[in-house]
């Protein structure tokens, strides 16, 4: 049995590990410094790659959760464009507690209150210091993954650089009870000169509200300060010209617009996902959705590794898939912001953006790109590129399919998080996998809706690793490139 995955951070990232390790019977140590579970959350908005990863892992008990009525993703002129792709609304309390009700049902302990303040790591592992309730102690891990937030120790412990901006603006949000009535769930435009003012009705708790302000230009008070009530009705009526009457809140913080982007993900043994590798202005609820992807993207790749499926090239294959994702995330909320501030600039440009989002093409790559659902990893065998095909290197659509066992859908399949090979074709691609299959899933379907070919593969994370006929060189390159060398003894 091989030393423990480390992780550190219970939130959205590292509980989404956790839970794919797990998954794989990986034996995982998942740490996280707050000693309680928050019982607020940050973010309202679950999006549509969340929503079918989840569903990839049969985690999609969203009952009761309606979609967001209208949803702009921080542009102009989107806000009736693509219902269907709209967020539902699913506070990030809930998505933690189903990842933490699977995190438990797999046998994996949260060990709340335990914070990492030192790590060690040489070739064969990673020595993890750790501050619990009964004092300091060390934990040994075969690898140590950093999901512990924008101040993350583990990224500063293993020298990662975080370059990026500081922040330029002041930003307030909580949930307050507000008394004046006509203020609870909304206030018009939330648009201002010298900033953002917004209130909506709390999802978890209807009689509070949340409501957050922005100052552009002010300064944002010192982090040791505690924010007060009043504090906040101050800022927000400095930007709105509103004053609202506030009985009290159980929840404010602030928040910048500092966008920062490490610079690796990954230093030898040491992972870094969600935001202790990205940080940028809360907009559209990217930081959830890119958290969760990091996590799903690097948990079958720790996994193979360990079982001994994998060499460690593998690994590598986690940054340079994610990283540009990162990327592009950071720069999409800082677009946004120019869409705002300042206001003599910001006026022209959202009229010109508002124009080029009448085109298709145009809100098609805005709305891919904000919700994730645009991502298409390439796929490259033996230095060159497998050939095309509408499907390749994206997410797999959930398409319904008939196998010998009756009708099911290939998200069902999933679920198990092996990867996936469906055969449609004469079973020529059947003996090419057959070295594979202590590690993949091979299904014989007669028929997939939407798809033609003979074969299609899948790895573990929802994306196509090859779409054919299953009957080129193609596809066994693509079962070595992500399901590593066969067992001894099963010849290629």
């Not at 998505?95 to 040489?122: F, I, N, Q, S, Y």
């Not at 193979?304 to 994998?310: A, E, K, T």
């Not at 590598?316 to 912001?337: A, K, S």
């Amino acid at each position: 049995m091989p030393d423990p995955v480390i992780v550190a951070g219970a939130g959205p990232t590292g509980l989404m590990l956790a839970a794919e390790l797990g998954l794989a019977g990986v034996p995982v140590v998942l740490l996280e410094r707050r000693a309680t579970v928050p019982t607020w959350s940050q973010t309202f908005g679950f999006h549509l790659s969340s929503q079918q990863m989840f569903r990839q892992r049969g985690l999609d008990k969203f009952d009761g959760a309606g979609r967001f009525p209208s949803f702009d993703w921080g542009f102009p002129g989107l806000t009736n464009a693509e219902p269907e792709k709209f967020p539902i609304v699913f506070p990030q309390r809930r998505v933690e507690k189903l990842l933490a009700d699977r995190v438990a049902e797999l046998g994996v302990p949260t060990r709340r209150g335990h914070e990492v303040v030192g790590v060690e790591a040489d070739a064969e592992g990673v020595t993890v210091t750790v501050n619990g309730p009964d004092g300091e102690y060390t934990v040994r891990g075969s690898y140590l993954v950093g999901c512990d937030g924008g101040r993350s120790v583990v990224r500063k412990a293993v020298g990662i650089g975080f370059p990026g901006t500081e922040a330029t603006l002041s930003g307030r949000t909580g949930d307050v009870e507000i008394l004046n009535e006509e203020y609870r769930n909304g206030i018009g435009s939330p648009f201002f000169p010298t900033g953002l003012a917004a209130t909506v009705q709390n999802p978890d708790d209807p009689s509070l509200s949340r409501a957050t302000v922005v100052e552009f230009t002010a300064e944002r008070p010192p982090d040791e300060v505690p924010i007060t009530v009043e504090e906040f009705v101050a800022a927000f009526e400095r930007v709105s010209g509103i004053t609202l009457k506030v009985a009290g809140s159980p929840w404010l913080t602030r928040f910048g617009d500092a966008t920062r982007l490490a610079e690796r993900y990954r230093e030898g043994r040491v992972f870094l996902a969600g935001d202790s590798a990205h940080i940028h202005f809360a907009s559209a609820g990217q930081g959830l959705n890119t958290g969760i992807q990091d996590a799903v993207n690097l948990g079958w790749k720790l996994a193979s590794v360990l079982r001994g499926w994998s060499g460690d090239e593998l690994l590598d294959t986690y940054q340079q898939e994610r990283l540009p994702i990162g990327r592009e995330v950071t720069v999409y909320p800082q677009v946004q912001m120019s869409l705002l501030h300042p206001a003599d600039k910001a006026g022209p440009l959202r009229e010109f953006i508002a124009a080029l989002t009448q085109f298709e093409e145009v809100r098609r790559y805005l709305i891919d790109r904000a919700t994730g659902t645009g991502i298409r990893y390439p796929m490259v065998y033996d230095g060159k590129p497998a050939p095309e095909h509408s499907l390749l290197g994206l997410r797999v659509p959930d398409l319904p399919l008939v196998t010998e066992d009756g009708p099911t859908s290939l998200a069902v399949l999933l679920q198990s998080g092996y990867g996936l090979l469906v055969l449609t074709g004469d079973g020529a691609a059947d003996e090419v996998a057959g070295p594979w299959r202590d590690r993949l899933k091979v299904v014989r379907a007669t028929s997939i809706e939407g798809f033609e070919d003979g074969a299609l593969l899948v790895r573990p994370d929802g994306y196509v690793a090859y779409a054919g006929s299953g009957a080129d060189d193609v596809l066994p390159a693509a079962l070595l490139t992500w399901f590593g060398q066969p067992a001894a003894g099963r010849a290629v």
